[in-house]
């Protein structure tokens, strides 16, 4: 894997599912400024109240459905459909994360932390091929981040320490 950031600012981004797991991952999307599509016949009620900053394809997936995307997101539940989604979008070079099976997928999402400092923002992002040994890195990181021998103190906020597997 590279590790790479990406502008979604704008940019079609696809989550193919509509559960808990689709639900994290179009948060972040959406934070990150992405114009966010979910194709599922149903909605989990996280995704359900996030209703009027996305757009809902109440259907499962087919063809046409990443048509324009920058970036797919598919996590069903059903293997079988997941790798469909992946297949259809690299044939069609778009960066697909498959949420059940990472390494059949043509991208990753990291463990990843944002601490907001006086100076702005400091994001870390591990990734390890492991999702829990990605989390315990990125918290020993965070926990040793000499953010003051850069000038960039902690803001005295709550939640400023923001985490994402």
């Not at 996030?50 to 394809?57: A, E, F, N, Q, S």
């Given at each position: 894997?590279?590790?790479?950031a990406l502008d979604l600012a704008g940019r079609r981004v696809v989550a193919v599912?509509?559960?808990?797991?689709?639900?994290?991952?179009?948060?972040?999307?959406?934070?990150?400024?992405?114009?966010?599509?979910v194709v599922s016949p149903e909605l989990c009620p996280e995704l359900e109240a996030?209703?009027?900053?996305?757009?809902?394809?109440p259907h499962r997936y087919r063809d046409g459905d990443l048509t324009g995307a920058?970036?797919?997101?598919?996590?069903?539940?059903?293997?079988?459909?997941?790798?469909?989604?992946?297949?259809?979008?690299?044939?069609?070079?778009?960066?697909?994360?498959?949420?059940?099976?990472?390494?059949?997928?043509?991208?990753?999402?990291?463990?990843?932390?944002?601490?907001?400092?006086?100076?702005?923002?400091?994001?870390?992002?591990?990734?390890?091929?492991?999702?829990?040994?990605?989390?315990?890195?990125?918290?020993?990181?965070?926990?040793?981040?000499?953010?003051?021998?850069?000038?960039?103190?902690?803001?005295?906020?709550?939640?400023?320490?923001?985490?994402?597997?």
């Open positions: 894997m590279f590790p790479l599912g509509g559960g808990p797991v689709s639900a994290r991952r179009v948060r972040d999307f959406l934070a990150a400024g992405a114009d966010v599509h996030m209703l009027g900053d996305l757009t809902w394809h920058w970036l797919v997101h598919t996590a069903t539940g059903d293997p079988l459909a997941d790798a469909r989604v992946a297949a259809a979008a690299a044939e069609s070079r778009i960066w697909c994360v498959n949420a059940g099976r990472a390494h059949r997928g043509t991208a990753a999402v990291p463990a990843r932390a944002t601490v907001e400092t006086h100076a702005g923002r400091v994001t870390v992002a591990v990734t390890s091929g492991d999702p829990r040994r990605s989390m315990a890195v990125r918290d020993w990181l965070v926990g040793r981040l000499p953010l003051a021998r850069f000038g960039l103190l902690p803001r005295p906020r709550r939640g400023s320490l923001r985490k994402s597997a």
